[in-house]
């Protein structure tokens, strides 16, 4: 099975600033198959990225994702208040989903 | 407008069986680009996968929970079940079910596939 490590586990930082998070594989996974989710406190997750590098309907174009192989990056390039949040990457191989742990990003 | 809701007992007794019906609405479950997974989330914690239910009845279930966990499907009813034996103090978190869709990047002519559309999830607490 997969396993994934997201880092860092919690990024603080301001509004408008650009946030970095990294999701990294156990072994190599297809970028078809790499997702990222944000999930809010009491909220179900919600799509953002699917195929490693597009965007869900309705997302905004500050969030962007990229990466192959084992590494695989979740950029948003200006934090809107709205962006604070936990964001999960996920994979599919082998007919087995699995997560990562989660990136907590909160207000600095 | 697709919609998925999940719904079952909030309180469970060790040693239980839990039994959760995901209601889905918006498409059909035979529709062959369509499963639908059922994921959960301790207090606190992380999202975890447990198994997965495909248009033709195809189905996979997480490691460490395939000796407990089934699923299945009733498409004329647009439900998908899970059922989870021996219920433990462990097992008590949110579930929730998300639509699985697959489908060709015409620009890699791979499959893509993702949970795009997820419930609103139900509480789980498992006590005696």
Known sequence: EIVLTQSPGTLSLSPGEGA???CRASHIVSASYLAWYQQKPGQAPRLLIYGASS???GIPDRFSGSGSGTDFTLTISRLEPEDFAVY???QYGNSVWTFGQ??????K | QVTLKESGPVLVKPTETLTL???????SLSNAEMGVSWIRQPPGKALE???HIFSNDKKSYSTSLNSR???SKDTSKGQVVLTLTNMGPVDTGTYYCARIVTSLDVSTAYFLSYFDYWGQGTLVTVSS
Request: hydrophobic share 35%.
């Open chain 1, 20 to 22: 970095t998070l990294s």
């Open chain 1, 55 to 57: 965007r869900a309907t």
């Open chain 1, 88 to 90: 999960y990457c996920q």
């Open chain 1, 102 to 107: 989660g990136t907590k990003v909160e207000i």
């Open chain 2, 21 to 27: 019906t995901c209601t889905v609405s918006g498409f």
């Open chain 2, 49 to 51: 996968w447990l198994g």
């Open chain 2, 69 to 71: 966990l089934s699923i």
